[in-house]
């Protein structure tokens, strides 16, 4: 067997009962399979439960998010299919699916590789009421990097009055920034905004005092010459790491305080991470 199928499917083509028991095919949901093989492959579980699935069904929530190759941090991984149907049919949640019920506008079902899905506008509407504040700015960051409309996100939201999570979704539009250089950075800013430290200029070009070019820093707070470096898992590569000293150096010698974090520290120790920029600010 190569591609997802039902029993229906499987015996027209003459794949029998006992080559579905085979070691190397996994059964997904009570009458759906796919080759053990597919069952990392995004697109081959999304297959897999379309099988099954009325014709109104849309792919939607974390699921269109991973098509539309957004990454959503702090959210742990959900290998279910979610699928959005209209509030009148009637389809349970299985092992391999999540369903929601919402009447989705023509507008916001977009088709992509022959699979009925929303749109991103409407998939970052979805996420605003599921995740967690922090992983929705790393969206929207991610967006707006890749050109979305900030006026488009407005749009949505004046259309969605009462919808829930339309406040959190408008408090993101306007801390946004689509110079957000990682989904983590984004969630590291947004603790930085919860604990009332100053808003940090991203992406800051540092100059010696000759006027030459050291460096361009994550996060940096330009009147306190302190800065923050977000250190995710490629500077654990030898050439990144020694080229992060060097550049480090370069940064000191300039007058600047130097301050790198990782992601165990955002999220395993926030109040140190808060209290150690606190510091470097001098500020209470």
């Keep these: 067997m190569r591609r997802p199928t039902d029993r229906r499917r499987a015996r027209a083509d003459g794949i029998t009962d006992w080559h579905l028991r085979h070691r190397e095919v996994l059964r997904s949901s009570r009458d759906t399979y796919l080759p053990r093989a597919a069952q990392s492959d995004l697109d081959q579980r999304v297959a897999a439960v379309l099988l099954g699935a009325p014709p109104g069904a849309v792919v939607s929530h974390v699921t269109a998010a991973a098509l539309w190759q957004l990454e959503i941090p702090l959210v742990p991984e959900d290998l279910r299919v979610h699928l959005t149907i209209p509030p009148a049919t009637r389809l349970r949640n299985r092992a391999d699916r999540r369903i929601h019920c919402a009447q989705l506008p023509d507008r916001f079902v977009v088709r992509r590789r022959d699979v009925a899905l929303t749109s991103p506008g409407r998939t970052w509407l979805d996420l605003a009421a599921v995740v967690p504040p922090a992983a929705l700015l790393a969206v929207t960051d991610q967006m707006l990097a890749r050109r979305y409309p900030r006026t488009s996100f407005t749009r949505i939201l004046d259309d969605a009055r009462g919808v829930r999570g339309v406040r959190a979704a408008r408090e993101m539009v306007g801390m946004a920034d689509a110079r957000a250089g990682s989904p ?27 006027g030459r ?3 361009r820093v994550d996060l940096a707070w330009p009147d306190r010459r302190v800065l923050v470096e977000f250190d995710g898992n490629v500077h654990r590569e030898r050439r990144v790491f020694v080229e992060d000293l060097r550049r480090q150096n370069g940064l000191v010698l300039a007058g600047w305080t130097v301050l790198r974090f990782t992601s165990a520290d955002v999220l395993g120790r926030p109040q140190h991470v808060l209290a150690t920029i606190r510091a470097a600010l001098g500020i209470g």
């Design 184 to 210: 983590m950075e984004s969630v590291l800013r947004w603790l930085l905004h919860g604990a009332g430290v100053p808003a940090p200029v991203l992406q800051h070009v540092v100059e010696d005092a000759d």
């Design 213 to 215: 070019f050291v460096g």
